[in-house]
């Protein structure tokens, strides 16, 4: 049974364990530097498989200000997103993204939309995201380390927004 919870400093000793496998390196890089860039507007998670953790990515709520695509949403960014790699290849990360749409509507109600980029040397990923929901929105993003990225985006759908319609 996988679940996202918000990192908390009890996370930390098993969250500097987490790493991907080094040709997957140029997608997400290590643990330390994805660290980095965590603070109070990018929030770090982590996936459990039960008891374990085995992954982790960033909810950016400074998405829209910091990306020119998305400069006219109020979305929030999905970024970080991997797997440890002990744990790849059992339906993990494809569980995390299907889990996605409901933790994102309670935790982050106030955003319409979530959005990603991924390398278009990273096919699997793309698969995965598309296989959760995420549509491709055709545009490419440049700036990147390792070349171009698909832009992605999906609706985040709030029962707290319904109501207060
Ligand atoms: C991409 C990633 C998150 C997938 O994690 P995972 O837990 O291994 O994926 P799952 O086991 O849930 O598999 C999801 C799908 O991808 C496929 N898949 C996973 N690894 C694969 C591989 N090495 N080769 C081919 N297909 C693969 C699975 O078959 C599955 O497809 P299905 O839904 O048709 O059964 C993981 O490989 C990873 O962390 N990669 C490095 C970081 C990264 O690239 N993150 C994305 C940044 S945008």
Do not use: W
């Not at 530097?33 to 950016?60: E, S, W, Y």
């Not at 339906?91 to 959005?115: C, D, F």
């Not at 440049?142 to 109501?163: F, N, V």
């Amino acid at each position: 049974m996988i679940s996202i919870e918000k990192m908390t400093t009890r996370h930390l000793a098993d969250v500097i364990t987490l790493a991907v496998m080094d040709e997957q390196k140029p997608f997400v890089g290590t643990i330390d530097d994805i660290l980095k860039n965590a603070n109070a507007q990018v929030r770090p998670h982590v996936i459990f498989a039960d008891d374990t953790m085995v992954g982790f990515f960033l909810i950016d709520t400074t998405y829209s200000k910091s990306f020119d695509f998305a400069s006219r949403s109020n979305a929030i960014g999905l970024r970080s997103f991997f797997i440890s790699k002990e744990y790849q290849g059992k339906g993990y990360a494809k569980q995390a993204i299907l889990a996605l749409p409901n933790y994102l509507s309670e935790a982050y109600p106030n955003h319409t939309a979530v959005m990603l980029t991924v390398n278009c040397q990273n096919p699997i990923a793309k698969q995965l995201y598309e296989k959760g929901g995420f549509e491709d929105t055709n545009d490419l993003y440049h700036g990147g380390p390792s070349g171009p990225q698909h832009i992605m985006t999906m609706a985040i759908e709030s029962s707290i927004r319904a109501a207060n319609l």
